[in-house]
């Protein structure tokens, strides 16, 4: 059984560790220097401490039954999409699951709850932006009802050349 909770400013250090555990092993490729500096930038405590400050703002850890933090999602209530003019809508910012947990439904019940709660929250759409070079999780979020907007490029330090495509991807609520 899964435990969705969500994260507290208490607990911003354990916010902090399960971030780094659950980014780098599936996104170093895109960098040159294997993501310590993004990772840096978007993993400070001080950055954490805004976001959770921020009431559109809500990270969700996903705990098993033995109390080990699965993965963690991160959710932005009052996201427009980004060149659309759809306006009612959530975006979900982060998914990230530990190693272990991949493949066992963890990541389904992180999406059926974000579902959930842009029902909550009266969204007509659900977003979030995926690497086109993740394969895995492109696939996984076809599979639970996305479809593609649009591809963009993004320019940040350090990412690789090859990978700097990325979409933007809907669901109807």
């Known amino acids: 059984m899964v435990r969705i909770e969500r994260v507290l400013p208490q607990d911003i250090l354990t ?3 399960v971030v780094e555990e659950t980014y780098l092993p599936y996104f170093r490729y895109l960098w040159h220097d294997e ?22 703002h809500h990270y969700y850890f996903a705990r098993l039954e033995d109390d080990t933090i699965a993965g963690y999602l991160k959710l932005i209530f009052e996201a427009p999409i980004p060149d659309t003019p ?10 990230y699951l530990s190693e272990a947990a991949r493949g066992k439904g963890v990541g389904r019940l992180l999406m059926e709850f974000a579902d959930q ?40 330090a350090n990412i690789k050349e090859e990978f700097r495509g990325i979409f933007t991807m809907v669901k109807n609520i």
């Open 35 to 56: 993501g310590t500096a993004y990772l840096a930038y978007i993993n400070n405590v001080e950055m954490l401490e805004q976001h959770l400050a921020k009431p559109q």
């Open 15 to 17: 916010l902090q560790r």
């Open 117 to 156: 709660q842009a029902q909550l929250a009266k969204a007509e759409y659900l977003w979030l932006r995926v690497m086109d070079s993740n394969a895995y999780n492109l696939d996984f979020y076809v599979k639970n009802g996305y479809k593609m907007l649009y591809k963009r490029w993004i320019d940040l």
């Open 86 to 95: 759809f306006c009612n809508a959530v975006s979900l910012d982060k998914i």
